[in-house]
């Protein structure tokens, strides 16, 4: 099984800061990786597919790069409704697995 | 709209069996593979179980595979879980999810979950 290792598993920043978190892939996962957010009660929601393509209707302050077994999610200028949990999953292969996530709080 | 409604959650000792559904409507229910996926309370997300459009391709975690059977009756718009032999580990809350599109990967579209209890 492919593991995913997230970092840090939590965060704290501060309003406008530009915040970035790590997954990293026991094995290429040849940009298969999508990130999610999810708020305290909700569901996850989509943010990035394909390594570093927005989902639609995500705001443009969010974005994914890497490749390889490297990867990350950038968020600039950092806002109040984006407190949350993020968690990273490979869909490389079965069986898709998750980051462990990182919790990110208004500083 | 997609809307992916669970049910079937609840209490239940270990040992014994519980089947989940999941209510879609607002898309081509039988055009679309779809998937499970649970969190335990307080923790992260975990992959349970995914069926193709027409249930030709079924793929499950290890952790539930010879358990857990997901199917689906594409009249009814409904996908399921048949849990068995529940474990204490099982505990999480339930979700179902939809790719954006057939055939990818990611999940785009999320249930409000339900929630399984097993305890004694």
């Known amino acids: 099984d492919i593991q995913m290792t997230q970092s840090p598993a939590s965060l704290s920043a501060s309003l406008g800061e530009t915040v970035t978190i790590e997954c990293r892939a026991s094995?290429?996962?040849?940009?298969?990786l999508a990130w999610y957010q999810q708020k305290p009660g909700k569901s996850p929601q989509l943010l990035i597919y394909?390594?570093?393509s927005l989902h639609t209707g995500v705001p443009s302050r969010f974005s994914g790069s890497g490749s390889g077994t490297q990867y990350s999610l950038k968020i600039n200028s950092l806002q109040s409704e984006d407190v949350a949990s993020y968690f990273c999953?490979?869909?490389?292969?079965?069986?898709?697995?998750f980051g462990a996530g990182t919790k990110l709080e208004l500083k | 709209e997609v809307q992916l409604v669970e049910s079937g959650g609840g209490l239940v000792q270990p040992g014994r069996s519980l089947k989940l559904s999941c209510l879609a409507s607002?898309?081509?229910?039988?055009?679309?593979?779809m998937n499970w996926i649970r969190q335990a309370p307080g923790k992260g997300l975990e992959w349970v179980a995914s069926?193709?459009?027409?249930?030709?391709?079924?793929y499950y975690a290890d952790t539930v595979k010879g358990r857990f059977t997901i199917s689906r009756d594409n009249a009814k718009n409904t996908l399921y879980l048949q849990m068995t032999s529940l474990r204490s580990e099982d505990t999480a809350l339930y979700y179902c999810?939809?790719?954006?599109?057939?055939?990818?990967?990611?999940?785009?579209?999320w249930g409000q979950g339900t929630l399984v209890t097993v305890s004694s």
């Open positions: 094995e290429d996962i040849y940009n298969g």
């Open positions: 607002g898309f081509t229910f039988s055009n679309y593979g």
């Open positions: 394909n390594a570093n």
């Open positions: 999953q490979q869909y490389y292969d079965y069986p898709y697995t």
């Open positions: 069926i193709s459009s027409s249930s030709s391709y079924i």
């Open positions: 999810a939809r790719p954006a599109y057939n055939n990818y990967r990611w999940f785009a579209y």
